[in-house]
């Protein structure tokens, strides 16, 4: 079984910060994860995935993720915020076999001026 | 890239009347889609899983007989709220997959509102 845990339903920075949002993972097969964005009323955009292969994964937008097996942790990074990415990331795992995807409670990311 | 339609983006209906949303993929073939349901500022709840030919797989909780989902072809679901009422209210988010592929790729929702 998988499972994803989110720290912070909410997140704060001022614009052109260092953007950090924390996932850590639970899973009993080697874990497939995925950082998703959402902004109001529209659905899930993929930012990035890590699938076993390199484990520092650059995606879109500027946004990186690093796999830590060790820390068992998959943390969200942008090296400096802009307005445009306020909006709700979601860090979900999935499992071999074609599982399905669980996804954690979600961070909101709120950038000010 | 991948791109999933949903339609349609909003819908409001009168309490006891059913709704059908469609979930399209435009330009692969989806041999699995996933239906999803998102109550606000809240995670998304997978509803049910439906591959392409079969019968939905629905997670525990969710009643099969309300919430009908049919895959008839490789690029077509569609999710049926049958006799609506307002707790059934909520945002529906379609995913799709292809085969062979772990990544899903995800609609942009339907507003179901019921009065």
């Known amino acids: 079984a998988q499972s994803v845990t989110q720290l912070g339903s909410h997140v704060s920075v001022s614009e052109g910060a260092l953007v950090l949002l924390r996932c850590n993972y639970s899973?009993?097969?080697?874990?497939?994860l995925f950082w998703y964005v959402q902004y109001p009323n529209q659905g899930l955009q993929l930012l990035l995935k890590y699938t076993s292969a390199a484990t520092l994964v650059k995606g879109i937008n500027g946004f990186e993720a690093e796999f830590k097996k060790s820390e068992t942790s998959f943390h969200l990074t942008k090296p400096s915020a802009h307005m445009s990415d306020a909006a709700e990331y979601f860090c979900?795992?999935?499992?071999?076999?074609?599982?399905?995807?669980?996804f954690g409670t979600g961070t909101r990311l709120l950038v000010s001026p | 890239g991948a791109v999933v339609s949903q339609h349609p983006s909003r819908v409001i209906c009168k309490s006891g009347t059913s709704v059908k949303i469609e979930c399209r993929s435009l330009d692969f073939q989806a041999t699995t889609m996933f239906w999803y349901r998102q109550f606000p500022k809240k995670s998304l709840m997978l509803m049910a899983t439906s591959n392409e030919g079969s019968k939905a797989t629905y997670e525990q909780g969710v009643e099969k007989d309300k919430f009908l989902i049919n895959h008839a072809s490789l690029t077509l679901s569609t999710l049926t709220v049958t006799s609506a009422h307002p707790e059934d209210s909520s945002f529906y988010i379609c995913?799709?997959?292809?085969?062979?592929?772990?990544?899903?790729?995800f609609g942009p929702g339907t507003r179901l509102t019921v009065l």
């Open positions: 995913s799709a997959r292809g085969q062979g592929a772990r990544e899903q790729f």
């Open positions: 899973s009993s097969v080697p874990p497939y």
């Open positions: 979900a795992v999935t499992g071999g076999g074609f599982q399905k995807l669980v």
